[in-house]
């Protein structure tokens, strides 16, 4: 960094930071798109001096206290000052700086003393201490701005999307006996080489706001402000991401809207009332998960979740979200039994509050940054998801197709003996794929709670195994629809994961799992290279079934096509432990199809079997090409 920037970089650390009339009332409007530079801890100056700036929202509190490690923890020493009608509170405190510990202690209308972490902190204490820590996000010299103008001016539902979900915490550890995490610096360096290497296009990572309980996956949140303290520091993330970039990796956070943790710390009554959660337990809260439920109707909650997507963009750089429970947001009554949730004014169970901030969070989020992608976690049949902002549509870029993943495991679970009464199960997705524009998701979610690996999900021995996962992620790959896969299924993790501890590696010493690396890896490879695999993904002019009926030989035939008709793919696939000889497959065209992709190959794992590098088709007014197909085939032909 050049003196120049340095110098910059001071005066911006020097600025006063304060909180005027008009950020109080665009908070209580729900449009304070910037307010987390206002409330939280910032490094300000007044009076010469510099010092930090701390401002909370607890309008229902009788006072507010800071306390931290600079006091002493005094409970009376630094009372907050209350501003205005809004209920904000605020403090500079002259000498402090970054890694100061502290808390807000709120006395409630009725008295009572609460220790509270910061709503809009920026860095916490490494559990299970709860503190909030003062952080400074300036200063870091981001190297990026190619990747972000180039995501911003591409039509994202015309480009690849192959996205790696992982969880820092378990991906790789140290062997020290220790809790053994990589940092986030650390983990950059090991997840970018591999992402490089397996042609991924994202990474979507889990639990990166902070959150108490490591088995929660980052799923109960306390802060949505702060990455998680568990691999670093705030910058040492922005490193993360920088790096990511540089190496044309997009970043996806999980975001959690839905619900949040009770923790006493948390924002649960965080005044002694219930000011973000809302206060009818039937709308605030989860019976079976134990959280709380945002309260999507009130101004300032809403101003809190949609600055806090803008904040992971601007100050961190990301370039999409996936949001978690989305049908629990959508459903009055979801997970609940009678008596347990209120209906609508209408009567019905539609949660009209969480429909207009989808709508509105959305609007703001996608109408600034074009290229930003939201992803919705939808699990039900609710429609427009997706679609263009100003419309009916939730206005989503992307919504998870959770029937396709059902669907799929299902099939892919049975003996082949009955997969030939299943047979539509694999084809009903693409009855509906124009309906959304869908990401096919084969997530953690998948791999845990006794739900086997994906690799033991499937039937038969162990070469069996291995040979209907790599004809499965063939035809996932094949179908329309952008791609995500968990980390470890793409070698063939045996156990089921858990995040106390790190991928199973070692397996990648081992043939079969090998050969399953490879042949998602050369997977990725050509759908990356291809645009007939990705550019026309919500379009039946981008996909043709050549055979959608062939149940008796539990196989399936279909080409994808490219926007300029050339470089289209012939995909066949065999579901069975038999071999086809002879098998009659029908194509568009009447040209030569040249092999790509065979997954019999030995450097897969497989048999070794032979399968023809050119076929050619034969016919006058329909065309179809012959070839000897092996047992669990997967062959892939461009043309």
């Not at 002259?94 to 006395?107: H, M, V």
């Not at 134990?290 to 750089?317: C, P, Q, R, S």
């Not at 429970?325 to 969480?354: C, F, H, R, T």
């Not at 396709?404 to 679970?413: A, Q, T």
């Amino acid at each position: 960094m050049g003196k120049e920037q340095l110098g910059k970089e001071e005066k911006q650390l020097r600025e006063t930071v304060f909180i005027s009339e008009a950020d109080s009332y665009l908070f209580g409007q729900g449009t304070h798109y910037d307010i987390y530079k206002k409330l939280g801890a910032h490094i300000s100056t007044e009076g010469g001096q510099e010092g930090v700036f701390f401002a909370v929202w607890a309008p229902n509190a009788q006072c507010v206290h800071l306390v931290g490690d600079f006091n002493e923890w005094n409970t009376t020493s630094h009372p907050m000052e209350k501003i205005g009608p809004g209920g904000i509170y605020q403090l500079f405190v002259p000498g402090l700086g970054e890694g100061e510990k502290y808390k807000y202690l709120i006395t409630t209308d009725k008295g009572e003393q609460l220790y509270k972490a910061d709503p809009f902190a920026n860095h916490a204490e490494y559990r299970p201490g709860t503190a909030s820590v003062t952080a400074d996000l300036a200063g870091f010299v981001w190297e990026d701005e190619k990747w972000i103008s180039e995501r911003d001016t591409k039509d994202v539902l015309a480009q690849p999307m192959s996205i790696y979900e992982c969880h820092i915490g378990s991906f790789m550890k140290h062997p020290d006996g220790t809790e053994g995490f990589y940092n986030y610096r650390e983990f950059a360096d090991r997840i970018v080489k591999y992402l490089k290497e397996m042609q991924y296009t994202h990474v979507e990572l889990m639990g990166i706001a902070e959150h108490p309980f490591d088995g929660s996956w980052g799923y109960q949140v306390t802060g949505y402000y702060a990455p998680t303290s568990r691999y670093g520091t705030p910058k040492d993330f922005m490193y993360l991401v920088n790096k990511l970039h540089k190496n044309k990796i997009g970043v996806i956070l999980d975001w959690v809207p839905a619900h949040f943790a009770t923790d006493a710390h948390g924002l649960g009554c965080f005044d002694g009332q219930c000011i973000f959660e809302h206060p009818d337990p039937r709308r605030g809260e989860h019976p079976d998960w134990g959280t709380k439920i945002f309260n999507y109707g009130k101004n300032e909650v809403k101003n809190f979740l949609i600055a806090n997507v803008l904040y992971w963009i601007k100050e961190f750089h990301v370039d999409g979200i996936r949001v978690d429970a989305v049908a629990s947001m959508l459903y009055l009554d979801y997970g609940k039994k009678e008596g347990q949730w209120l209906p609508n004014q209408y009567g019905g169970n539609q949660n009209l509050e969480a429909i207009e901030f989808f709508k509105h969070m959305n609007s703001v989020v996608r109408g600034t940054y074009p290229g930003f992608i939201t992803i919705a976690e939808e699990s039900t049949a609710w429609p427009n998801v997706t679609g263009e902002i100003g419309t009916d549509s939730l206005g989503f870029t992307f919504k998870w197709n959770m029937g396709w993943m059902h669907d799929f495991c299902e099939y892919m679970k049975l003996d082949p003996y009955f997969r030939k009464n299943n047979h539509y199960a694999m084809t009903f997705a693409m009855s509906y794929n124009e309906s959304e524009n869908y990401i096919l998701p084969l997530s953690h979610d998948e791999v845990v709670h006794l739900k086997c690996s994906m690799v033991n999900k499937m039937p038969g021995y162990t070469w069996d195994k291995f040979a209907n996962l790599k004809a499965g992620y063939a035809y996932m790959f094949g179908h329309s629809g952008k791609k995500l896969l968990f980390m470890g299924q793409d070698f063939g993790q045996d156990r089921e994961w858990s995040e106390e501890r790190e991928l199973d590696w070692y397996l990648l010493g081992e043939k079969l799992n090998l050969g399953l690396h490879h042949f998602v890896r050369d997977l990725l490879k050509l759908y990356k290279k291809y645009p007939c695999m990705y550019e026309r993904d919500q379009s039946w002019e981008g996909f043709e079934w050549m055979n959608a009926d062939d149940a008796d030989h539990s196989t399936y035939s279909f080409v994808r096509k490219s926007k300029s008709g050339r470089n289209n793919l012939l995909f066949i696939i065999n579901m069975t432990p038999m071999s086809w000889d002879n098998y009659r497959v029908r194509v568009p065209k009447k040209k030569k199809y040249r092999l790509l992709l065979n997954s019999d190959d030995f450097e897969y794992g497989g048999n070794g079997n032979l399968i023809p590098e050119e076929l050619n088709a034969e016919g006058k007014d329909s065309y179809s090409v012959t070839l000897h197909l092996p047992a669990y085939a997967a062959v892939v032909y461009v043309f």
